[in-house]
Nanobody, 116 residues
Framework: VQLVESGGGSVQSGGSLRLACANS????????IGWFRQAPGKEREGVAT???????TYADSVKGRFTLSQDNAESTLYLQMNNLRPRDTAMYYC???????????WGQGTQVTVPS
């Protein structure tokens, strides 16, 4: 499974960014895919996931601000991030789980910075 993230950057507090993850996990039929993030000195945190049925889950810290979506071919996962805050500053990683099992594939990460 190949994962290529893009769309990170620096944005002022209250601004928006959209991350993209080009992927091939859809070829497995059943799959889960989502985003994790890790800020310096902090533990890795799950942000949001979606499965092949379209069911989504979000961390409480991003509910109402972040939205997952996919293109029609399911080959690109998007994370629309609105009302960004300094605490959202982190490296964001796309993670895929073929079959929604324990095997994980990680992208290289994309940095999101929201200066305080």
């Amino acid at each position: 499974v190949q994962l290529v993230e893009s769309g990170g950057g620096s944005v002022q507090s209250g601004g928006s960014l959209r991350l993209a993850c080009a992927n091939s996990v859809f070829r497995y039929g059943r799959y889960c895919i989502g985003w994790f993030r890790q800020a310096p000195g902090k533990e890795r945190e799950g942000v949001a996931t979606i499965d092949n049925t379209g069911r989504t889950t979000y961390a409480d810290s991003v509910k109402g601000r972040f939205t997952l979506s996919q293109d029609n071919a399911e080959s690109t996962l998007y994370l629309q991030m609105n009302n960004l805050r300094p605490r959202d500053t982190a490296m964001y990683y796309c993670v895929a789980y073929p079959g929604c099992g324990t095997t994980q594939y990680w992208g290289q990460g994309t940095q999101v910075t929201v200066p305080s």
